[in-house]
């Protein structure tokens, strides 16, 4: 059974450091892994999808990077800011039957203080 | 730029009651889905569904039904209620292509006391 797996579960760190969040995942069957964003109270929004093909997706200040055969991807924020202060979650697409759903990690918690 | 819509946002209910909670999506998506998020835990897949006319079970089914008469509604009803099914319910949606993001909607917050 797949397991994806996020440490750590918060994190502090102040404005202007560059960090990584860590994802790992059990069975490197899959078609992609996607990091997403939760703010308080609100839904969650996609911010990179790496296909099983890729390394690394890259967007604005964010970097993200799979290596599949190992089971884990990176998430790296680059001079961090008060308003990147949310949860974020990994989560990886089961290679399978037609639709198959995305399975979640637990998230992490990052606070950036000004 | 509507996206994926659930209604209502927030909802008490006694133990016993039912309800149906809203999801539609003007994106023409063929995959939607309903998770379940508890506080700490990663969000868990309740039911999927294909394409109109097909659903299926996710991880955690049990307490819930749904249907997909519609590309664009994929309504959740917990019949019912028990206060183990307290959450945040959020419905998604993508394009068949297993490639694709998916899309999430805000959320509904029930309570079931």
């Known amino acids: 059974k797949q397991e994806v797996t996020q440490i750590p579960a918060a994190l502090s760190v102040p404005e202007g450091e560059n960090l990584v969040l860590n994802c790992s995942f059990t069975?490197?069957?899959?078609?992609?892994l996607q990091w997403f964003r939760q703010d308080p109270g609100k839904g969650l929004t996609s911010l990179l999808l790496?296909?099983?093909?890729?390394r690394e997706q890259t967007s604005g200040r964010l970097n993200a990077s799979l290596d599949k055969s190992s089971g884990r991807s990176t998430l790296y924020i680059a001079a961090s800011q008060p308003g990147d202060s949310a949860t974020y979650l990994c989560?990886?697409?089961?290679?399978?039957?037609?639709?198959?759903?995305?399975?979640f990690g637990k998230g992490t918690t990052l606070s950036v203080s000004s | 730029n509507a996206g994926v819509t659930q209604t209502p946002k927030f909802r008490i209910l006694k133990i016993g009651q039912s309800m149906t909670l809203q999801c539609t999506q003007d994106?023409?998506?063929?995959?939607m889905y309903w998770y379940r998020q508890d506080p700490g835990m990663g969000l868990k897949l309740i039911y999927y569904?294909?394409?109109?006319?097909?659903?299926d079970k996710g991880e955690v089914p049990n307490g819930y039904n749904v249907s997909r008469s519609t590309t664009e509604d994929f309504p959740l009803r917990l019949e019912l209620a028990a206060p183990s099914q307290t959450s945040v319910y959020f419905c998604?949606?993508?394009?068949?292509?297993?490639?694709?993001?998916?899309?999430f909607g805000s959320g509904t917050q029930l309570s079931v006391l």
């Open positions: 989560a990886v697409r089961p290679l399978g039957q037609a639709g198959t759903a995305l399975i």
């Open positions: 998604a949606s993508s394009r068949q292509n297993p490639n694709e993001k998916l899309f």
């Open positions: 994106m023409n998506h063929n995959y």
């Open positions: 569904s294909v394409g109109a006319g097909i659903t």
């Open positions: 069975d490197s069957a899959i078609y992609n």
């Open positions: 790496i296909q099983s093909s890729q």
